[in-house]
Nanobody
Framework: QVQLVESGGGLVQAGGSLRLSCTAS????????MGWYRQAPGKQRELVAT???????NYADSVKGRFTISRDNAKNTVYLQMNSLKPEDTAVYYC??????????????WGKGTLVTVSS
């Protein structure tokens, strides 16, 4: 069973920064795209940023220029550096990864989420 564990959330003032991390563990053969999504209270989950195993990154328009996604394939870890945070960035942030385990088909895996709260 693959597990994704996020860390790095917390309370920050507007204009501040946070760095989220997410590490995948289990019998992992390979990981394709990794990404971050978020869900604010009363809203649907939305894409924040994705990064494939090889290729260009993708960002939601609302975070372009402020957030940076990166990954360390050797550690099965994806990061989200969040700068110039705004109150509207407040949400639970979820890690996502397209994981292929040994002798199994690829599957879409999710972490349990980490809360980011930005105060004004």
């Amino acid at each position: 069973q693959v597990q994704l564990v996020e860390s790095g959330g917390g309370l920050v003032q507007a204009g501040g920064s946070l760095r989220l991390s997410c590490t995948a563990s289990g019998r992992i053969a390979s990981i394709n795209t990794m990404g971050w999504y978020r869900q604010a209270p009363g809203k649907q989950r939305e894409l924040v940023a994705t990064i494939p195993a090889g290729g260009s990154t993708n960002y939601a328009d609302s975070v372009k220029g402020r957030f940076t996604i990166s990954r360390d394939n050797a550690k099965n870890t994806v990061y989200l550096q969040m700068n110039s945070l705004k109150p509207e960035d407040t949400a639970v942030y979820y890690c996502n990864a397209a994981v292929r385990q040994y002798y199994r088909s690829p599957e879409d895996c999710w972490g349990k989420g980490t809360l980011v709260t930005v105060s004004s």
